[in-house]
């Protein structure tokens, strides 16, 4: 890749925020998918999480580019979401209505946090609202008392980016030194990339002038992967 394009994604790389996500749970309507996704990307968060039986629900053609950019990662349940979250240290937060929800701008999203987004038609499942640590909602004073969820996405995760620049933590490079090799090879050699994530071919690292520095060996497994596609 040219030098302008690797500073450009390694600066892009320094914003993000590897402690925030979002997890949509059962989330199927390709538009709202792309519209969570376009978000995510717009507040720096570097990975998005699903609880899907469909495994193409964050499929490419959905959200016009963010995929490009923010890395999505599949769980089978909502138990192994959540165990993931609090093995990273996470608190976990859930969107819905009732009793002993607060309201959204009252959390402190400074900290690692975790979003889940239930589903469009029945919201959060009750396993969910049982394993979050905090439920949250949107006041709302209209006769509706629920947003399309890829709007109520935005809301929250633009107070958390809000929160999170007045205390720096967008000065802080966040992302592992491998983390950041694989957005700087996925940014800068799209087609490679998604070439070795089909044969399952190791990524190479990048130098500080944006080559790929691989041996014969990587190469010649590139090559023959090309061939026999």
Same mark, same amino acid.
Not at 26 to 39: D, E, T
Not at 167 to 194: C, D, H, V
């Given at each position: 890749m040219?030098a302008?394009?690797?500073?450009?994604?390694?600066?892009?790389?320094?914003?993000? +925020?590897? %402690?925030?996500?979002?997890?949509?749970?059962?989330?199927?309507?390709p538009h709202?998918v #792309?519209?969570?996704?376009?978000s995510?990307?717009?507040?720096?968060?570097?990975?998005?999480?699903?609880v &899907?039986?469909?495994?193409?629900?964050?499929?490419? %053609?959905? @959200?016009?580019?963010a995929?490009? !950019?923010?890395?999505? +990662?599949?769980?089978? #349940?909502? =138990?192994?979401?959540?165990?993931?979250?609090?093995?990273?240290k996470m608190?976990?937060?859930?969107?819905?209505? %009732?009793d002993? &929800?607060?309201?959204?701008?009252?959390?402190d999203?400074?900290?690692?946090t975790?979003?889940? $987004?239930?589903?469009?038609k029945f919201? @959060?499942?009750? *396993? &969910?609202?049982a394993?979050?640590?905090?439920?949250?909602?949107?006041?709302?004073v209209?006769?509706v =008392?629920s947003?399309?969820?890829?709007?109520?996405? @935005? $809301?929250?995760?633009y107070?958390?980016?809000?929160?999170r620049?007045?205390?720096?933590?967008?000065?802080?490079?966040q992302?592992?030194?491998?983390?950041?090799?694989? $957005?700087?090879?996925k940014?800068?050699?799209?087609? $490679?990339? &998604?070439?070795?994530?089909?044969?399952?071919?190791?990524?190479?690292?990048?130098?500080? #002038?944006g080559?790929?520095?691989a041996?014969? *060996? !990587? !190469?010649? +497994?590139?090559?023959?992967?090309?061939?026999?596609?």
């Amino acid at each position: 890749m040219s030098a302008e394009r690797y500073q450009r994604i390694s600066t892009f790389a320094d914003l993000r +925020q590897a %402690d925030l996500t979002v997890c949509l749970e059962q989330v199927h309507k390709p538009h709202n998918v #792309s519209a969570v996704l376009r978000s995510c990307d717009a507040v720096g968060i570097h990975t998005v999480h699903a609880v &899907a039986t469909d495994e193409n629900v964050m499929r490419k %053609d959905t @959200a016009m580019g963010a995929e490009d !950019w923010v890395f999505t +990662q599949r769980h089978g #349940s909502i =138990q192994a979401a959540v165990e993931h979250f609090h093995q990273q240290k996470m608190q976990v937060l859930v969107t819905h209505l %009732d009793d002993e &929800a607060v309201d959204f701008r009252e959390i402190d999203y400074t900290l690692p946090t975790a979003i889940i $987004l239930g589903q469009e038609k029945f919201g @959060a499942t009750p *396993e &969910a609202l049982a394993l979050a640590d905090k439920k949250i909602i949107i006041p709302m004073v209209g006769m509706v =008392q629920s947003l399309n969820v890829s709007v109520a996405a @935005a $809301l929250v995760l633009y107070e958390a980016q809000r929160q999170r620049q007045q205390a720096g933590l967008y000065q802080r490079n966040q992302l592992s030194f491998e983390q950041r090799q694989i $957005l700087l090879f996925k940014g800068g050699f799209p087609r $490679l990339y &998604a070439l070795c994530e089909k044969k399952g071919i190791g990524h190479p690292p990048i130098d500080e #002038s944006g080559k790929i520095v691989a041996g014969p *060996e !990587w !190469w010649q +497994q590139l090559q023959f992967s090309e061939k026999h596609k």
